[in-house]
């Protein structure tokens, strides 16, 4: 025989899907600023969907430090010390949309040497900003970036590059808005290194040491804001 469902039936179960639908998009914060931590801490719930330890003394982030935080939206390191970072620390995040090194002692984009490597993982999920402002960053490989196929924002502004490779976004570029380089030793930019930027709206630049501005930048059709301009600077694409 056949159950009918009557008015007040359907009001539960309305209420269990949106109660179900508030406990999947949770906030949790995990915040400890400034309270010198030499490491991660292990009391971080692993529910969290955000971290912040800013301003801390962190040197190294370890293997698989990140990885038991499945929810993890967010992180940010900035303004610490960190010199290393394991090619397993971030495995497993598939929900990771933001994450900032910004203003420590980086010698390299962490571990995007090897393409069997978590980070690569990493930028194949859905981040969409990533800040590695103010490091010692002198090098960037051909197509470091070629598997972030949802970045939006990318800051490396303040490191010490000379040089932008060809290849070093790929296709996944076409997703790009946002780039800052400005504040480095930048005095090249290779033929086709912009090849893939098409949506790009806004380029900083300044504070380099160009003679000339490539002529890369005047393939940029999508380009909204370029700074420094050309214009005020009398430099001409090349």
């Excluded at 009918?4 to 899907?17: A, C, E, N, P, Q």
């Excluded at 993890?72 to 303004?79: E, F, G, H, I, N």
Aim: charged share 20%; glycine share 2%; with cysteine.
């Amino acid at each position: 025989m056949l159950r009918t469902f009557s008015t007040d039936d359907f009001v539960k179960v309305w209420l269990i899907l949106l109660l179900l639908c508030t406990l999947s998009t949770k906030q949790i914060t995990f915040e400890k600023e400034k309270s010198k931590l030499t490491s991660v801490p292990s009391e971080i719930p692993s529910e969290v969907t955000k971290i912040n330890l800013k301003e801390n003394i962190l040197t190294s982030i370890p293997d698989r430090c990140f990885s038991r935080f499945t929810n993890l939206t967010s992180v940010s390191l900035d303004k610490n010390k960190i010199t290393d970072v394991s090619t397993t620390a971030f495995q497993g995040l598939a929900k990771v949309k933001e994450i900032s090194l910004a203003n420590n002692l980086l010698p390299s984009i962490p571990a995007l040497e090897s393409v069997e490597n978590s980070l690569v993982n990493l930028y194949e999920s859905p981040v969409q900003n990533i800040d590695f402002s103010n490091n010692k960053i002198a090098v960037l490989n051909p197509g470091l970036f070629e598997n972030c196929t949802k970045l939006v924002s990318l800051k490396l502004e303040s490191n010490q590059l000379t040089v932008l490779p060809d290849g070093v976004f790929g296709p996944a570029g076409t997703s790009l808005r946002y780039l800052s380089l400005k504040s480095n030793k930048l005095n090249t930019v290779e033929n086709g290194t912009f090849a893939y930027l098409t949506n790009l709206h806004e380029l900083y630049m300044e504070n380099n040491q160009f003679k000339e501005f490539p002529m890369e930048i005047s393939k940029l059709v999508s380009i909204r804001k370029l700074f420094p301009r050309m214009e005020s600077n009398n430099q001409h694409p090349r």
